[in-house]
C-alpha cells in the first residue's frame, strides 16, 4: 500500500484530497497519496489537519514511514475519532511550520558549499537547524561564515530537481555528502537537488523554489564536539 508523495514533485502544495486504506495497529492512518513529509533525513515530520468529510476535524501530530518504508504513516492525537477505511479526507499542512522547515533545509544545503567538509550528522527546526562536519582544523569566524553564507543566498538561484538511477549515484559518490545518513535509495531512482550554480546533492526532502525565500540566516553556534567534528548552528536573522 505504497503511499504517493506529493510532496516530491511540489513542496508548495499545502492540503489534497486522499483515500483511507487502513488504520495500523497503534491508531496511525494509512492513506493513497499525501503533502505530509515524514520524519527522514533530519527533517522531522509535518502536522497539520485530517478533515473528515462530514466536515469534522482532528490534529495529525507528525506524520512517519511504516514498516515497509513505502507507506507513509499520518499519527493523530491523543483521543481522534478515527475515519474509516474507504474514506475520503481532506489533509492539510501547518504551512507555516513546514515552510520554515523547507527554508531552514535550503540554507543548510548552502552551508555544505560555505563549508566544503564531509557532512557527519544534521537537523532540521522551526526556525533553526545544525549540520555536524568533520573538520580537522577549528578556527571558524561565525561572522565571515554567516557574511558568506548570506552572499550565496542573496544570490536568487533557483532550486530544482531531478531523478537519477541508483546505478548513476553508485557511479557518481562525489554527490554524497552525508557520511551519517544515506541518500534514499532502493526504489531504482534518486532525487537530487540542485541549487544554481551552488550545490547538487540527493536528498528528499522539501526545499524553498529560489534561495531568495531563505532571508537573512545567522550562524549562532559552532560547537566542538570532537578531535575534528564541528556542530554549526544557524538560525534564521
Request: glycine share 10%; charged share 25%.
Amino acid at each position: 500500500m505504497a503511499t504517493a508523495l506529493l510532496f516530491r514533485d511540489d513542496a508548495y502544495l499545502k492540503e489534497c484530497t486522499a483515500t483511507v486504506l487502513a488504520l495500523n495497529e497503534r491508531g496511525g492512518i494509512l492513506v493513497d497519496r499525501t503533502v505530509f513529509y515524514a520524519t527522514g533525513g533530519g527533517q522531522p515530520g509535518d502536522s497539520g489537519t485530517l478533515i473528515r468529510a462530514d466536515g469534522s476535524e482532528m490534529t495529525i501530530a507528525t506524520a512517519v514511514y511504516g514498516e515497509d518504508k513505502t507507506e507513509i504513516v499520518h499519527v493523530p492525537s491523543e483521543g481522534s475519532t478515527l475515519p474509516a477505511p474507504g474514506e475520503t479526507v481532506t489533509l492539510r499542512l501547518q504551512w507555516e511550520q513546514r515552510f520554515a522547515r523547507m527554508r531552514i533545509h535550503t540554507a543548510l544545503h548552502l552551508l555544505t558549499t560555505t563549508l566544503p567538509y564531509p557532512v557527519t550528522g544534521g537537523s532540521i527546526g522551526d526556525g533553526e537547524g545544525r549540520l555536524d562536519f568533520d573538520i580537522p582544523d577549528a578556527g571558524l569566524d561565525k561572522d565571515a561564515l554567516t557574511d558568506d553564507l548570506n552572499a550565496r543566498i542573496a544570490r536568487n538561484a533557483a532550486v530544482t530537481f531531478r531523478w537519477i538511477t541508483d546505478e548513476e549515484l553508485e557511479a557518481n559518490p562525489g554527490l554524497v555528502k552525508t557520511m551519517s545518513v544515506k541518500p534514499p535509495m532502493g526504489t531504482g531512482r534518486v532525487r537530487l537537488v540542485e541549487i544554481e550554480g551552488l550545490d547538487l546533492q540527493p536528498c528528499g526532502g522539501t526545499h524553498v523554489n529560489n534561495t531568495s525565500e531563505i532571508g537573512r540566516i545567522v550562524i549562532t553556534a559552532i560547537e566542538k564536539k570532537g578531535k575534528q567534528n564541528r556542530r554549526v548552528r544557524i538560525a534564521f536573522g
